[in-house]
């Protein structure tokens, strides 16, 4: 399709505005114009295809969503290991994605009944709840079928996650959030700057508490919940802490 000198310059503004801010209401001058314009947001669309990248309509904002591989504009999850230099351990990215997972299926309850400004979650309640995996699946993986079973490396990822105390010492003493692997927190942060980047999630730093943003909830109704490992997944995270549950309320 031949698109006009104008489509271009419009899909152009839109598509690296959407590079630098991820998300975009219809609302926007820049999306209203351009959805207004069936070539120009088909050229748009094209410009995502071509950088590797897709457009999400979600009905009130564009997501920009970055493909895994082969993209020029790999974003925080798809390029983890480069951008965080910090982040040294294979096993350190292992835990993030199910310190990512477990806030998610936090969040993930009942998709007809998402609270945005209402529903959070404190680091500490992360904190608990990957410990409270880790123990659990640890116990299911003596012979490492569990592992197997799931491509998760439990084994690694509980002897790392049990190795570190919940805060540096600058931690405690600064009693600031700050990223990194040397922490239970350090990991949790990154997990959740990796959200906030998105402009998913509101972290307030004060209380250590995140807050999902509404662009999540669409990122998880128009997305997520067609993938399924992510189901796979959430659906682990969520038998595992019930039973955990269940065997504590037992033990009492």
């Known amino acids: 399709m031949n698109y006009s000198l104008e489509q271009l310059q419009q899909a152009s503004r839109l598509f690296f505005d959407l590079l630098r801010r991820k998300v975009i ?150 009693d600031s959030l700050t990223r990194g692997a040397g922490s239970r927190i350090g990991l949790i942060h990154e997990g959740m700057k990796l959200l906030e980047e998105e402009h998913l999630v509101f972290i307030s730093e004060n209380e250590k508490r995140i807050f999902p943003r509404e662009e999540l909830y669409e990122r998880m109704r128009y997305l997520y919940h067609d993938v399924d490992r992510y189901k796979e997944l959430k659906a682990l995270i969520g038998r595992t802490l019930t039973e955990k549950e269940g065997e504590a309320h037992a033990a009492h």
């Open 25 to 174: 209401s219809l609302d926007d001058p820049a999306a209203a114009e351009c959805l207004q314009d069936t070539g120009a947001y088909d050229a748009l669309q094209y410009m995502a295809k071509e950088g590797g990248c897709r457009i999400m309509n979600s009905g009130h904002r564009l997501h920009l969503l970055v493909n895994p591989l082969g993209s020029g504009f790999a974003s925080n999850f798809t390029q983890l290991r480069n951008k965080y230099s910090r982040i040294e351990r294979k096993t350190h990215l292992h835990i993030i994605n199910i310190i990512i997972l477990v806030f998610l299926a936090e969040m993930d309850q009942d998709e007809h009944h998402f609270k945005p400004g209402q529903d959070s979650m404190s680091y500490i309640q992360i904190s608990d709840q990957v410990s409270s995996l880790f123990q659990a699946w640890i116990e299911m993986d003596g012979d490492g079928g569990f592992s197997k079973q799931w491509r998760l490396d439990i084994q690694a990822m509980h002897k790392v996650w049990t190795s570190l105390y919940m805060q540096t010492k600058s931690q405690e003493e600064g």
